[in-house]
């Protein structure tokens, strides 16, 4: 059981646009909302993140958008760079809080 | 400042050997974390671990997958008798006290590959 759906798999958009990426989650227990960013052969970093008491996060150019009563929430990346380029997940945690449970990723490409 | 360090970075292992990965967590970081990465997928969280204790390994498959954080050293996840499936990437993450939320660092990972 997929606690976690992300989509989409892949996602390529040319420099300037805005990259969207979507996450729906099951466990109503969930309160703990982060997305991260991994380069190859890197590890995730955190890239933003929210809680369920508000419905928009804003850090620069990234953007959370939570929908409580849909159990979704979006990642958009305005005025993508291609050094935005690599592979985003979502994730959540709540309850014990400690265990983050990820979506399968996103792989960006952003051509110049 | 160095951030959560592990090692070996990438190690190749034969069926049937022992894989030993290691992990320093941040400085004055006490909790460590162990996450797996299969292919073509998200992160699974594995262990969660305190000094000397195991908190949660309700992610660690219940044979041949131990983890220790002892009082001195790095945390080690280990491998016995591994098969191509464990080829993944493993994680190793850090907080100062029980995450929560932003507080969490990973590492650069491990790289197992098993011939």
């Known amino acids: 059981q997929q606690q976690v759906k992300q989509s989409p798999q892949s996602l390529i958009v040319q420099k300037g646009g805005i990259s969207i990426i979507n996450c729906a989650y099951e466990?109503?227990?969930?309160?703990?909302f982060p997305w991260y960013q991994q380069f190859p052969g890197k590890g995730p970093a955190l890239l933003i993140a929210?809680?369920?008491?508000?419905s928009e996060k804003k850090e620069g150019r990234f953007t959370i958008s939570f929908n409580k009563s849909a159990k979704q929430f979006s990642l958009h990346i305005m005025d993508s760079q291609p050094g935005d380029s690599a592979t985003y997940f979502c994730?959540?945690?709540?309850?014990?809080?400690?265990?983050?449970?990820f979506g399968k990723g996103t792989l960006l490409t952003v051509n110049p | 400042n160095a951030g959560v360090m592990q090692n070996p970075r990438h190690l190749v292992r034969r069926r049937g050997q022992e894989a030993r990965l290691r992990c320093s967590p941040m400085?004055?970081?006490?909790?460590v974390y162990w996450y797996r990465q299969l292919p073509e997928e998200g992160l699974k969280f594995m262990v969660y671990?305190?000094?000397?204790?195991?908190?949660?390994e309700s992610g660690m498959p219940k044979e041949r997958f131990s983890a220790e954080f002892p009082k001195e050293g790095p945390s080690i996840l280990r491998i016995q008798q591994v098969v191509r499936g464990d080829s993944a990437a493993y994680f190793c993450?850090?907080?100062?006290?029980?995450?929560?939320?932003?507080?969490?660092?990973f590492g650069e990972g491990s790289w197992l590959t098993v011939v």
């Open positions: 993450a850090s907080s100062p006290a029980q995450f929560s939320g932003n507080t969490i660092y």
């Open positions: 466990n109503t227990a969930f309160d703990y």
């Open positions: 929210i809680r369920p008491d508000v």
């Open positions: 994730a959540c945690s709540g309850g014990s809080n400690y265990k983050l449970t």
């Open positions: 400085k004055g970081h006490s909790h």
């Open positions: 671990l305190q000094k000397e204790n195991i908190i949660d």
